[in-house]
């Protein structure tokens, strides 16, 4: 019913999985309202301010961007954003002294396992929820994704790739902290042998290992020794990321996200067609008042200009 906020402080470090960086980053609680800020320490001395809101967001194919990629701006948020979307906090600055997150081990494990040990608290204002109204999708390159109205907040990914190690995968689930958890969080990022060399060459993937990332051979084998956590790994790890993909729209969202083939772009054309489309959602609140837990509580419209999410 209400808005949260982490209960202490939180430190992660490690290396930019793209650019191969050292960085640090902490999560600190937040007031009211302030949702997720990045609180970027440039080289210039200053602290620039970056919301995580699609209005902020670039379309970028290998990783989730806000701010703007020729000055300030941070990368790779989508394992962070979606940690703290399935862990229920609204509110927090994320202080952090390079412009990519730390990759640690690939998906959203150790963030999940530091905001579970600082705890999540209660604050005194309610939240409140983007309801999807109305279906709204789009298509690119043959990859498709879609909103429609639900009564919880789900994810439907599908994947379909020709290399055998993967095929087509489905992943469905509502999305709760402990089916995140149990399900997508332990879900690594995962690449190509064949890309590896055209990725070097353009500047990404200096920071990927064995150790952050699934790694498959021209052959379609599972390069790492250990071989997968989970059998669909792949999938999961694509739903983990249109869940932080997802949090950008600055609102938790009451609706069905199905995607198929999609990707970091194909979930923000997604999310901004929604949020265009004024019609196709309507901004709720859960009431404070006692209500009968065996039912669903019922959602009270609000006015959407005072509390609407940011868009383009």
């Known amino acids: 019913m209400f808005q949260q906020t982490i209960a202490s ?24 309202d302030t949702g ?25 194919d290998l990783s989730t961007v806000v701010g703007d990629p020729a000055g300030s701006s941070v990368s790779t948020i989508e394992h962070l954003m979606a940690a703290l979307y399935a862990m229920g906090v609204d509110n927090v600055v994320v202080r952090i002294d390079a412009r990519e997150t730390p990759i640690l081990d690939g998906c959203s494990a150790e963030y999940v396992r ?15 929820y983007l309801r999807v109204l109305k279906p709204v999708s789009v298509e690119s390159g043959g990859a498709r994704a879609e909103y429609r109205p639900y009564a919880g907040t789900r994810f439907e990914v599908e994947i379909d790739f020709a290399n055998p190690a993967i095929g087509r995968q489905l992943y469905c689930g509502d999305l709760t902290a402990s089916r995140f958890t149990r399900d997508l ?27 952050n990332s699934v790694v498959l ?27 932080g993909d997802q949090a950008l729209a600055g609102l938790r969202i009451l609706g069905c996200y199905r995607s198929y083939r999609g990707g970091h772009r194909l979930n923000a054309l997604a999310l901004r067609a929604l949020l265009a489309d004024r019609k196709a959602y309507e901004i709720v609140e859960m009431p404070s008042r ?23």
Do not use: C
């Not at 609180?39 to 620039?48: I, M, N, Y």
């Not at 530091?114 to 409140?128: D, F, L, N, W």
């Not at 997968?228 to 792949?234: G, P, S």
């Open 36 to 60: 997720i800020v990045f609180h970027l320490f440039g080289q210039d001395g200053l602290v620039h301010e970056i919301a995580a809101v699609s209005a902020n967001s670039a379309l970028t």
């Open 185 to 211: 969080a332990r879900a690594r990022t995962f690449g190509f042998m064949a890309d590896v060399e055209r990725l070097w060459a353009a500047g990404y993937a200096l920071g990927s290992s064995l150790d």
């Open 290 to 312: 006692r209500v009968d837990p065996v039912r669903h509580a019922p959602l009270v419209a609000v006015a959407a200009p005072a509390f609407g999410p940011q868009v383009l």
């Open 9 to 32: 402080r939180v430190d992660f470090a490690g290396v930019g999985v793209h650019s191969g960086l050292p960085v640090r980053l902490a999560l600190l609680p937040a007031e009211v």
């Open 114 to 128: 530091g905001i579970a040990e600082a705890g999540v608290v209660a604050q005194a204002s309610r939240r409140r």
């Open 217 to 243: 051979s021209d052959d379609g084998g599972v390069v790492n020794p250990e071989g997968l956590r989970f059998a669909d790994e792949f999938v999961r790890h694509k739903a983990l990321d249109a869940v």
